[in-house]
T-cell receptor, first 111, second 115 residues
Framework: KQEVTQIPAALSVPEGENLVLNCSFT??????LQWFRQDPGKGLTSLLL?????REQTSGRLNASLDKSSGRSTLYIAASQPGDSATYLC??????????FGTGTSLTVIP | GAGVSQSPSNKVTEKGKDVELRCDPI?????LYWYRQSLGQGLEFLIY????????KSGLPSDRFSAERTGGSVSTLTIQRTQQEDSAVYLC?????????????FGPGTRLTVT
């Protein structure tokens, strides 16, 4: 069974810093990987989707990379803002159309 | 357009009662997914539908859990004889199809508390 791990579990940074969130998965046979943010009491908002054939995706200040062979993905956030404070989740789509989620990284950006 | 909606947003029920949770996917989305998020835990996949069919029910925690989808749209997740360990946020997501390129879009969730 696919296992997804996110490190660190929590991160606190001052506003303006660049930061990297990590996601690792045990089975490299994936179809895609998706990064989400979750605000307290809210559902998940999709940030970036990387297909298995892709190496990275960019959206604004966000850049996600994928190294399928090593089972790793990173989410890079440039010039962090207080509004970026949320929990960030990565999800891997494996065979059988199931998505496996990590437990998330709780990010706090301090003004 | 409208996103995924779920109802109720909060549900408090007594142990042993049955509950029904509802999900309205984005119009035109053929794939629908149910997840459970327990306190301090990651999202746990429960079941997915392609149209009205559920090819994989292996994620349902026990036979007290069932789900159906009618008309390729609304889905209900039913929990019979609720237990305290069923307390969690139940999230629903939909996607255009089940193929690889398609992103999941999530609803706001239903917070279930079993007392």
């Amino acid at each position: 069974k696919q296992e997804v791990t996110q490190i660190p579990a929590a991160l606190s940074v001052p506003e303006g810093e660049n930061l990297v969130l990590n996601c690792s998965f045990t089975d490299s046979a994936i179809y895609n990987l998706q990064w989400f943010r979750q605000d307290p009491g809210k559902g998940l908002t999709s940030l970036l989707l990387i297909q298995s054939s892709q190496r990275e995706q960019t959206s604004g200040r966000l850049n996600a990379s994928l190294d399928k062979s090593s089972g790793r993905s990173t989410l890079y956030i440039a010039a962090s803002q207080p509004g970026d404070s949320a929990t960030y989740l990565c999800a891997v789509r494996s065979t059988g159309n199931q998505f496996y989620f990590g437990t998330g990284t709780s990010l706090t950006v301090i003004p | 357009g409208a996103g995924v909606s779920q109802s109720p947003s909060n549900k408090v029920t007594e142990k042993g009662k049955d509950v029904e949770l509802r999900c309205d996917p984005i119009s035109g989305h053929t794939a629908l997914y149910w997840y459970r998020q327990s306190l301090g835990q990651g999202l746990e996949f429960l079941i997915y539908f392609q149209g009205n069919s559920a090819p994989d029910k292996s994620g349902l925690p026990s036979d007290r859990f069932s789900a159906e989808r009618t008309g390729g749209s609304v889905s209900t997740l039913t929990i019979q004889r609720t237990q305290q360990e069923d307390s969690a946020v139940y999230l629903c997501a939909s996607s255009l199809a089940t193929g690889s390129p398609y992103e999941q879009y999530f609803g706001p969730g239903t917070r279930l508390t079993v007392t």
